[in-house]
């Protein structure tokens, strides 16, 4: 068997349904034998997408530190200390112990609300459906969905979700709900005629693709592409491939971070500068009491409380989505959707109830 993508030169559209099943192997109504079945499993691997591994929990930890804010903040802390241990004062850092406490409660924050979006993001996949079924050695039989095969003879019904791209051979006035991938409104009329080669995917009729929705009719097909050869697992693969961008609040806050970091050490600098000309550079113990005035300027003018006040007020935000049903993975990503003042799309059937209409003019 060729490549489930490449039928010998021709795509699945262009084929009859007889060219398709003779070509797969597959019979309208005895379906593929469980052999040939575990074989292809064997051969093109489970139909499903491949998941990006997990970062570690220290990593994923660590990376809530990357922040300029942060880096600031970090930097006063080991500050604090080192003129806490150049005064030989008595007692504890308590200063630097605060500002440690912080930077840890803020990493911490952050984490705990990541892995508490995962879960929840997990729990919503267990909720889609995860068997399909197909004709195998002459009988209806239920399997999870990551067995399906190229070849296998899918059966749907009426508010089925298809599992993989498939070919149709047989339909009774069949109709599918193709919003979540094509962005169409309206449930699109299918056929089992062969189309030309140059048809678009959200053009070829006589095919389902993985992700969209039976909405009516009791059609038969031969599945073509499973996992990440289906137009699904292309898109998502795509999707994979993103750059991650600084949020607008990110860029504020790390320009305002780099900002008075800047301006602290300035600042710090000619406090140090003024008091040594006034009072000479000549005597040992003035140098060191001016340079140790300069660094707990600088420290004194480090916002320790910034960071938590961001993360507090992104907190709320975040428990306010909650309420109204809406999963947040990142705390920034709230003061992202909080930037959208117009939404444009038309991908209706992904966002809405498949219905235009018009309120305001």
Request: negative net charge; glycine residues 8%.
């Amino acid at each position: 068997m060729t490549d489930a993508l490449s039928l010998d030169g021709k795509m699945p559209h262009e084929l009859s349904p007889a060219e398709a099943l003779a070509h797969f192997g597959g019979h309208l109504h005895h379906g593929l034998s469980s052999d040939v079945a575990q074989d292809r499993l064997t051969r093109f691997g489970p139909n499903a997408l491949p998941e990006a591994a997990k970062r570690p929990a220290w990593i994923r930890f660590l990376l809530q530190l990357r922040d300029v804010q942060v880096y600031l903040l970090l930097a006063a802390a080991a500050v604090s200390l080192l003129v806490w241990a150049m005064e030989d004062a008595h007692g504890l850092p308590y200063e630097a112990f605060a500002i440690l406490a912080i930077v840890l409660l803020n990493a911490v924050f952050g984490f705990l609300q990541e892995e508490k979006a995962d879960r929840a993001l997990a729990a919503l996949r267990s909720m889609t459906p995860v068997e399909a079924s197909v004709i195998r050695d002459g009988q209806v039989q239920r399997i999870i969905v990551q067995k399906l095969v190229p070849g296998d003879l899918l059966v749907v019904r009426e508010g089925d979700r298809i599992a993989a791209d498939a070919r149709l051979g047989e339909v009774t006035a069949p109709h599918t709900q193709e919003a979540a991938l094509t962005g169409e409104s309206l449930p699109v009329l299918k056929g089992i005629e062969p189309l030309p080669c140059d048809t678009s995917s959200q053009d070829r009729d006589n095919m389902i693709l993985s992700g969209t929705v039976v909405a009516s009719g009791h059609p038969k097909a031969v599945v073509t592409a499973t996992g990440t050869r289906t137009e699904f697992g292309r898109i998502a693969e795509l999707l994979g491939g993103t750059e991650e961008r600084e949020t607008p609040l990110q860029k504020d806050l790390n320009q305002l971070g780099k900002r008075l970091g800047a301006s602290v050490v300035v600042i710090a600098a000619l406090v140090v500068t003024t008091l040594l000309l006034l009072h000479g550079i000549h005597n040992g113990p003035l140098v060191m009491r001016a340079l140790i005035f300069g660094v707990a300027l600088a420290v004194a003018a480090t916002p320790e409380g910034l960071a938590a006040v961001v993360t507090v007020v992104l907190a709320l935000g975040v428990q306010r989505m909650a309420r109204r049903g809406a999963v947040v993975r990142h705390l920034t990503a709230v003061e992202t959707l909080g930037e959208g003042t117009v939404i444009a799309s038309d991908k209706t059937g992904t966002m809405t109830l498949n219905e235009m209409t018009v309120r305001m003019v």
